[in-house]
């Protein structure tokens, strides 16, 4: 039998977490709930959840701060809650390496969809892909350089998977945003920008003239 994923809800205000928690739950997901910005970083160094909820607005210590100090050393998914829905809001919680963002109010079913799909999405086959000097490992979710491991999220684990699966061809950023980020997803082109940006400073010895993630004006990216 599959052991229940679990999910670990970062979310100060009582009602809220409480009606997540009990969706989520429902849903045939194990929770576990922080109350507060330092104790959602400690239990996720801790607790090793298989998705974060994380609430932008906390205690202590603030939602993309614990976003940006959780993916410093971890590529556990993470979804972003926040009643800030501008698209430079959004922008910098991808930027931080948040993998998907829900705009408050909304329907805890919709989100525990939601959960479902980022779930999905970032799990590998079995097979490695291997292009020059880079290799990406599916099961592992591990992507090596020149035989050096590279941290990724996985958004954009899932982006390097989708570019290095088709070497040479041109990807749009619209068939990127679907294939990284659903078919569902309703976020700004920037999106996939800003992922790119990330990747690169991961991937390429110069990442002011990337030689694995190319640009092609007015159409895309592809891997070479």
Do not use: W
């Not at 809220?16 to 576990?32: D, K, P």
């Not at 948040?98 to 980022?118: G, H, I, Q």
């Not at 000097?133 to 590279?150: C, F, Y």
């Not at 570019?163 to 920037?190: H, I, K, N, T, W």
């Amino acid at each position: 039998m599959a052991r229940a994923r679990k999910i670990l809800i970062v979310e100060d205000e009582p009602k809220t977490a409480a009606s997540v928690e009990i969706y989520l739950r429902h849903g045939g997901f194990r929770t576990e709930v922080a109350r507060s910005g330092p104790d959602g970083l400690a239990r996720a160094r801790d607790g090793k959840p298989d998705l974060m909820v994380l609430d932008v607005m906390l205690p202590g210590l603030g939602g993309l701060e614990v976003c940006k100090a959780v993916r410093a050393e971890s590529t556990v998914p993470i979804i972003l809650l926040t009643a800030r829905s501008t698209e430079n809001d959004k922008l910098l919680g991808f930027e931080l390496g948040a993998d998907d963002y829900v705009t408050k109010p909304f329907s805890p079913r919709e989100l525990v969809a939601r959960v479902r799909v980022v779930l999905r999405r970032f799990e590998p086959p079995d097979d490695k892909i291997v292009s020059g000097d880079v290799t990406l490992d599916p099961a592992a979710h591990e992507v090596m350089v020149r035989g050096a491991p590279v941290a990724l999220t996985a958004a954009e684990f899932r982006l390097v998977e989708t570019l290095m699966r088709a070497p040479g061809r041109v990807f749009s950023r619209d068939e990127l945003m679907q294939r990284v980020c659903g078919a569902s997803y309703d976020g700004f082109d920037r999106t996939i920008d800003v992922h790119i940006k990330n990747v690169r400073k991961k991937l390429e010895a110069d990442r002011a003239n990337p030689t694995r993630i190319v640009t092609v004006f007015g159409l895309g990216y592809k891997f070479v």
